[in-house]
């Protein structure tokens, strides 16, 4: 076998074996919002008074890309569709005089032509530390 092949089929092994393979590590976009915001599951650690509790909600008509033939491909909002809803909730939030959302929750549904969406999570003020 000449070498020129021989080589050939070792890049192309290669090259086979890398593209099996996924990155371990997960890169995330971590969002910057005006206040500190916890989700449904987290606490935290400073102690807090509730203000008010915050929703967004609304619907949009679902779009080309969700439906083909009749059938749905997708459903809800995508990634940054969300961290729009959650900046717009904190904004509010901010507003009251809030330092933080707690128990963020997002929820979604599906009609035949709608997707409806619904984000809450509690405006709480941090206690003066003694």
């Known amino acids: 076998m000449k070498r020129s092949n021989y080589l050939w089929m070792i890049m192309l092994g290669i090259g086979l074996l890398t593209g099996c393979f996924r990155p371990i590590i997960y890169l995330q976009n971590q969002p910057n919002y005006p206040i500190d915001v916890f989700y449904d599951s987290q606490r ?8 008010q509790d915050m929703e967004t909600k609304g619907e949009t008509a679902l779009t ?25 909730l ?4 901010k507003k009251l005089g809030a330092d933080a959302l707690v128990g963020v929750r997002y929820k ?4 035949r032509h709608e997707d409806g ?12 530390e003694q």
């Open 108 to 111: 979604y549904y599906t009609s």
């Open 64 to 88: 080309d890309r969700q439906t083909i033939n009749r059938r749905m491909l997708a459903r809800g909002n995508n990634m940054q569709q969300k961290e729009v809803l959650l900046a717009r």
């Open 90 to 93: 904190t904004m509010e939030a």
């Open 44 to 51: 935290p650690e400073r102690p807090y008074e509730p203000l």
């Open 117 to 128: 969406y619904l984000m809450t999570g509690l405006a709480v003020k941090y206690r003066k």
